[in-house]
């Protein structure tokens, strides 16, 4: 839904986000968010701390890939994107 994001969090193996519907927002933890739209594929490195989500006034679906094993937990959650962070994206038309 517009506005919808998930907490700041990392996958210990990885992650690759595809946008396929919508227009929505990445950002890896020290970098600028990215404006993500249909066909874009986004790879998250294993432990890089992101979060990623629909746009303020746009819907995003993407579908997501998570590596894991039985030695690796999938996700660790630290905290929640404050409406701050969330505010600093670029504006996405």
């Known amino acids: 839904m517009p506005g919808a994001r998930t907490h700041w969090h990392r996958h ?13 927002l990445c950002r890896r933890r020290g970098g600028p968010a990215e404006v993500v739209r249909p066909g874009d594929r986004v790879l998250f490195e294993a432990d890089e701390e992101h979060w990623h989500g629909a746009a303020p006034n746009r819907l995003m679906v993407h579908p997501a890939i998570d590596e ?13 994107v ?5 505010a600093e994206a670029p504006a996405t038309g």
């Open 12 to 24: 210990p193996l990885s992650q690759t986000v595809f946008v396929t519907e919508g227009v929505g």
């Open 82 to 86: 404050t409406d701050e962070e969330y």
């Open 68 to 80: 894991g094993d039985a030695d690796h937990a999938v996700v660790d959650w630290p905290e929640p």
